[in-house]
């Protein structure tokens, strides 16, 4: 298990070689919010590269670091280009970030996440209920019933998904991040919570899609578990950062002070932020 | 017909219930305008989901408080998904908004908008080439011929759409908005005026996508004609606050502002407005 | 060849024509980008409509004053709605731009991209590496080989590619447009480079996107080459003025300040911005 400074040195390197290196990360995402998801990419220094079709979901893959799946809207084609693509990931050995928004919703989506589990992704991101809905699809252990997600909403805590989530990481030999007011990432050994954010952050839409983005670019220069928490915690400090700016009176002001938030952060100050690091229960 | 004070009670009922209990109103919308639609709905205090395939919109249509379909922009497999979920929507008797834009524009729009007249909205939304296209469309008194439509412009003024908004109105048992410089809104029985908004409102896409939206948001919570009214006249408070404000310099921040307004608006400021209420001609 | 004060003039002519007559360019565009693109082009005094159904895009392309095709995210239906779309372009001799984003990514673009040549649009506008890639498609003079698109960046000079640019604009007897740090357009016989814009520019998506939406805008008013050189000329003195806002802090601001520029911006101040114009080597 890494030490917090150990930590909080990775998050630093992590800032750094994405701003220095611009690495690209393709998606495959929802169209509601792939222009935020866009953007962040962009802000925190990477390149962004969205497609719908299979052979593009393949051969962008190979050009890109890492890749984000993001399951928000479901298009006709998804029933080939989302499995060509995990399985192109999986045999180039490529990292990629998983947000199964929707999760329970549709037979095209649900078919997909349980073919995941072949194919598994480095990083899972989502709020507490999709991550137990999805720890509980692949049959891992909860302790705790699906409690149903309510459109894209989440109906239980962060700290209820804890052990969906340490199930979730040590099966898929990555790292899972649970957002909520308090943030969980772990990778099945280290359960590290950080806190900030912005009570807007909930008000606009994309908050949770454009993490995960930020997670497959931080993946193109760090491991998985550090990527997840480097996004993370880049959140919570621009969240927290836009949310006091004097220029911020709403979700509308708040969105875009963050995106500034987001290109402007220290990569020292973000490192330094407050985190809790425990060790995950057997 | 209700009488006036009687509306804005209802108006401020309906802004004041929405902030407090975060209803969830699912989409079938347009990509152009899909990410202002769902942060218009969040900055009202609302919950989005935006869904493409057929059982998807059945199933989060059951989920949804009341639900926006919005023709925008087509995808082949509308031609499945819009039937199937208005056919749910009407056997669950759960409220929906149509907005119709794009009428008379390429045959699966064309069936779909035909299909509804068997599976009526609860609110239609459209400015007003778009509401006398679909009352002639499905053959109702308009007292005016198609001006056609340019694209997703209109070139008929919205007083020359009364006719045919009350006549949709009396046909679907609920309530249409025609949108204009002076807003429209009917049941049929009551003709209720509102202006406000701003020049910038036409400069900005997706102004009326979003208030179509935001109606299905209140739609959860109030009749729909108290929910396309109160819709309408937040639009035309926040939009005439965000281009007052200081910090407007042009349609950017004429955006950033009105969400920002939407979230401040005062419940009983925006009830309060200069309306006009007239009894609808037999 | 056109004469600066020539061009001058008729870059001015195309954005006064704009505002005052409001033309409606329909789009075919990606889902990334498709709101920033109505915004600018809305922005700018013109009118936007986007499609994805082969039957639509002919239809709103008749109703259009010129036509905007991006290729950025392809969707299976594309196989038939761009090459009809295409073809009712050429058969009614209506301008259209093609923005050949992602050019080398997968079959249906790439497909797409070779039929074009028969019905070749009015404007081409991409990056160094994209108008490379094109003229060698098409098996024109480019005195460089492809240096391979990286997902939707360039690994190109602008310079490098002048040799691309001036053949095919030859090939459609219309005008292309290459985007960098300095930006040339050229009509085959004379070339003009204009400096400009903003560091920020690339740090938000749909820059390039908007540009070519922003073409089509001034297509309905102007020639091809005026109407890409107004456009290009628009961007870099909106850009270069939101960057110099104060009230810009990074990417966030800068895109909501780029707008409010854009619908600022004197046409004089426009049109007197500092052009070199050249022959274009035989």
Same mark, same amino acid.
């Given at each position: 298990?890494?030490?917090?400074? !150990? ?45 719908? +079709? ?12 890492? &890749? ?16 060509? &693509? ?22 095209? #989506? ?19 209920? !999709? ?23 989440? &109906?239980?805590?962060?700290? /209820?998904? #804890?052990?969906?989530?340490? /199930?979730?990481? #040590? ?20 359960? =590290? ?9 909930? +008000? ?38 836009? !949310?006091? /700016? ?9 969105? =875009? ?23 995950? !229960?057997?």
């Amino acid at each position: 298990m890494l030490k917090k400074d !150990e930590i909080r040195r990775a998050v630093r390197q992590a800032i750094d070689d994405v701003r220095r290196t611009n690495p690209m990360a393709p998606s495959i995402t929802n169209t509601v919010t792939i222009n935020l998801v866009a953007n962040v990419q962009l802000a925190i220094g990477g390149s962004a590269a969205m497609v719908y +079709m299979p052979d593009e979901g393949e051969a962008i893959s190979a050009a890109g670091g890492a &890749t984000y799946i993001n399951m928000g809207t479901i298009l006709s084609i998804y029933t080939e280009t989302l499995a060509r &693509t995990a399985r192109a990931l999986h045999k180039m050995k490529k990292p990629w970030v998983l947000d199964p928004v929707g999760i329970g919703l549709g037979s095209i #989506r649900m078919n997909a996440l349980k073919d995941f589990k072949d194919f598994p992704p480095s990083i899972v991101r989502g709020n507490a209920s !999709e991550i137990i809905a999805l720890a509980n699809l692949w049959g891992l252990e909860t302790n705790v019933d699906d409690a149903g997600v309510r459109g894209v909403d989440s &109906t239980d805590t962060v700290e /209820s998904a #804890r052990r969906a989530a340490v /199930s979730l990481a #040590r099966f898929i030999g990555g790292a899972v991040a649970v957002s909520g007011a308090t943030d969980l990432v772990t990778d099945g050994a280290a359960v =590290v919570t950080v806190s900030g954010g912005s009570k807007f952050m909930p +008000m606009i839409t994309g908050a949770g899609c454009s993490l995960g983005g930020a997670m497959a670019i931080y993946a193109c220069c760090a491991t998985p578990f550090i990527a997840a928490l480097t996004s993370t915690m880049m959140f919570d400090f621009a969240g927290r950062a836009a !949310e006091d /700016s004097d220029a911020t009176h709403g979700p509308g002001s708040f969105q =875009v002070n963050f995106l500034d938030e987001l290109y402007r952060a220290g990569a020292a100050e973000v490192a330094d932020m407050n985190i809790s690091v425990e060790e995950a !229960e057997r």
